[in-house]
């Protein structure tokens, strides 16, 4: 199984980036996360938010195997508890198949993508901002990967 998280924005601040590798690093060899970044729409007065979202859904969809799982990331979402997203990781694992979790830009994600999507998850009923999205799933995943192994960090 191959996990990949697609995200809208390309040269996040190096807080963004630390942040993510010290969870990514911690994960088994088995369980690598690959981060996929999608060029940000462009936004201007001329250009409308639709046309720069539906931009990047085109890019997220084109990432996204035809097999593949999807699961958005989205504040519409159902919330997972610590031990509900171990499961959900267990049978990702389990099923074989690939799974892309999408982070979308500014505006969220294309109804596209969110069409495209099996599972829809929201992180918090909170607005978070997308780079820091990025971290806070890294580290739920490893939490997640924690409790399956049986291993402290969960508690």
């Known amino acids: 199984m191959r996990l990949r998280i697609l995200a809208v924005g390309t040269r996040m601040p190096p807080w963004v980036s630390d942040g993510f590798n010290e969870y990514a690093k911690r994960m088994p060899p088995e369980l690598r996360v690959e981060l996929v970044e999608l060029p940000l729409g462009q936004r ?4 409308p938010v639709e046309k720069a979202m539906a931009k990047e859904g085109e890019a997220m969809l084109k990432a996204i195997g035809s097999g593949d799982g999807v699961v958005a990331l989205d504040v519409l979402g159902k919330p997972w508890s610590t031990e509900k997203l171990a499961q959900q990781l267990r049978g990702w694992q389990e099923s074989g198949r ?10 969220g ?13 929201s992180l918090s009923p909170l607005t978070l901002p997308h780079p820091l999205v990025r971290i806070l799933l890294m580290e739920q995943l490893y939490r ?3 409790l399956n192994a049986g291993h402290p960090y969960h508690k």
């Open 109 to 121: 994600l294309a109804p596209q993508c969110l069409s495209r999507a099996d599972q829809a998850w």
């Open 44 to 47: 201007g007065k001329s250009q």
């Open 98 to 107: 690939n799974y892309n979790l999408l982070i979308g830009g500014p505006d």
């Open 144 to 146: 997640a990967w924690t």
